[in-house]
C-alpha cells in the first residue's frame, strides 16, 4: 500500500483499542490489534489505490483484534478469499 502505515492512523483514530482492559478484550487470545479497511485491501477501491483513482482518503479504518483479522480461527481476509472463489469473483470483475 505504498509504504503508507494505516496501523499508525488506526493507533491515532483508535487508541483505546491498542491498550487494556479493552486490548484484551478485543482480543483475549493474542491480545493485539491490527489495522483492517473498508472497501478491502484486495479490490482496486481499497485504501491502496485510492489515490490513484482520485479518491485520496475515502476509505474506512477500524482498528480490531488480530484473533478477527488474520488467524486461521476468524480471519475476515480467509473468509473474503473463500467468498472470491466460490463465487468465481476474477481481477477487474464488477461485484
Do not use: W
Request: hydrophobic share 25%; net charge positive; with cysteine.
Amino acid at each position: 500500500m505504498g509504504g503508507t502505515s494505516y496501523t499508525s492512523y488506526c493507533q491515532y483514530y483508535f487508541p483505546e483499542n491498542y491498550r487494556e482492559p479493552l486490548l484484551s478484550l478485543l482480543d483475549p487470545d493474542y491480545k493485539k490489534a491490527e489495522c483492517d479497511e473498508c472497501p478491502f485491501a484486495s479490490t482496486k477501491n481499497g485504501a491502496g489505490y485510492a489515490a490513484d483513482n482520485g479518491m485520496k482518503n475515502h476509505y474506512s479504518l477500524r482498528a480490531i483484534g488480530k484473533s478477527h483479522n488474520s488467524t486461521a480461527r476468524g480471519s475476515h481476509g480467509k473468509a473474503l478469499g473463500n467468498f472470491y472463489n466460490c463465487n468465481r469473483v476474477l481481477p477487474f470483475d464488477n461485484f
